[in-house]
Every structure is written in C-alpha cells, then in structure tokens.
C-alpha cells in the first residue's frame, strides 16, 4: 500500500490556510471554555498576567524598548479589556479579533469561519460596543494610577474607611474569583461604602500578609503574600481620579505563572 503524504502545493497561501485552521480551532475551544465557565463556582476573572517589572523601579519590560510599544501592549493586555473579551460569545471574539485586531476584511473573515460577511460583521459590532474601544479623554497617566493603588494598599492596611471611600469611585465594584478552591465573594460587590467596607473587613492585610506593589496586566496592582506564597492578585480599572474596578483573583490554580521568586 503506498503511504499518503501531505501535499504542499495543493494549499494556495500557507498563511490563510493556518489563519483558517488557527481561527477554526479557536472557536471550538472558546466554544467548550464558555461551557465549562458556566459551571465555574462564583464570578470567572481572566488569569491574571506578571510583569517582572516591577512598577517601582520604572524599568521597562525586557524586549520592549519603545515605550510607544508598551503602551499599546499593556492595553492590549489590560484587565478590563479581557475580561469583556471573555464575555464575548465565541462568535464575537474571533471576528473582532480577525477583523479590528489584524485588519483582515470581512470577505475572509468569512472564509476562515464559515459564515456569511453579514454574519460576521453582526458579532464584531456587538463586540465593539462590549470593548468601548474610542479612547477615554480623561484616561490617567501610569504616575496617577500607581498613586492611587498605592494609597488603596496604605488605606487597606490601616483599615481606614473613610480613606478607601475617597479613593473609589460611587459605582466602584470589587469582583473576587476563587473558583469554589478558596473563599471569595459570590457576587460583585458594589458601591464605594460597601467595598471599602468589605476590604477593610478582610484579612487580606492582616497579620502575616505582606502587600505588594507590583505591575498586573500592565499596569500597577497589588499581589497578597502569606509566608511568601502569592494568595492574591489584584487588578484595578483607575478612570480620572478613582477607582472604578477592582478584579481579585484568589484560585490557586490561575496563580501558578506568581508563585516564581
């Protein structure tokens, strides 16, 4: 019997062909993830992203020397842009991402995933709106947030109320994720009275752990150590002057990329 051999020159353009299969394998696991995420015990937050960097020492990263190129790596990275990518159904993620993200038209976007440009162009729209993606006239600098998250840090550990409530926003919401392995809240907790209370509640910064600043999904955050061991991690969304979001992730198994020295 003679063996089969993969032709090459049957494949017109190797780079749309892996584009395709790349894309269409894509859409099967998001499809199996968002399955899985709805049996997910509590609120679901992106793994959270380090930076070796600390945010401190004001180095840039290693292999990135254009701070032009940082900064659109670290909104591409941004807790907040992620996790309404990870509420996007998996329709709308791919075809935002082939079309806005790598400016493929919608003609192939529609070729890589089976559908019709119409079809195509419904969800990327949708996702647009979800994302918001015109820029924010009052977005802070670096300098700014790193001020506020580190007054949130000294104002948690002193447990003082008043000091956090000043530093959030009246909508600010704290959403936890501890995957039914740790405990964490439910549910958002929302208001800046409720979630200043519920931090300055928590052991969090009590005795034994050390808060440290340090950079998470680009941008300053805090990471919780008891003995050494990161048990938190955390992520803020800083609009103008306060803070509007605060992303906890507490599942050990989303924290394994923290546990390095």
């Not at 996007?88 to 993200?101: G, K, N, Q, S």
Request: net charge neutral; aromatic share 6%.
């Amino acid at each position: 019997m003679r063996s089969r051999t993969w032709a090459p020159e049957v494949i017109d353009s190797p780079g749309a062909w892996l584009t395709t299969v790349a894309s269409r394998i894509c859409l099967d696991l998001l499809g199996s993830a968002r399955a899985r995420r709805e049996r997910y015990v509590g609120a679901w937050i992106p793994e959270p992203l380090p930076d070796r960097t600390e945010w401190l020492s004001g180095r840039p990263a290693a292999g990135i020397a254009d701070p032009a190129d940082r900064i659109t790596l670290d909104e591409s990275v941004g807790m907040a842009f992620l996790v309404v990518l990870e509420a996007m159904t998996p329709a709308e993620r791919v075809a935002f991402i082939l079309h806005d993200v790598f400016r493929y038209p919608f003609a192939e976007v529609a070729g890589i995933v089976g559908r019709t440009p119409a079809a195509c162009r419904k969800p990327a729209s949708s996702a647009r709106r979800r994302l918001h993606v015109t820029p924010q006239p009052d977005a802070p600098s670096t300098a700014r947030r790193t001020d506020l998250v580190r007054a949130f840090k000294e104002a948690w550990e002193a447990k003082d109320i008043d000091v956090l409530i000043g530093l959030l926003a009246p909508d600010a919401t704290a959403t936890g994720d501890g995957g039914g392995r740790v405990t964490a809240a439910l549910h958002p907790v929302e208001g800046a009275e409720q979630v200043a209370r519920f931090f300055a509640d928590r052991p969090g910064a009590g005795p034994g752990v050390r808060l440290v600043e340090c950079t998470v999904n680009g941008q300053p955050g805090l990471v919780a150590q008891l003995d050494g061991v990161t048990v938190s991690v955390m992520a803020f969304d800083v609009t103008g002057d306060r803070i509007h979001h605060i992303w906890a992730v507490l599942n050990p198994d989303k924290l394994r990329s923290w546990t390095g020295g």
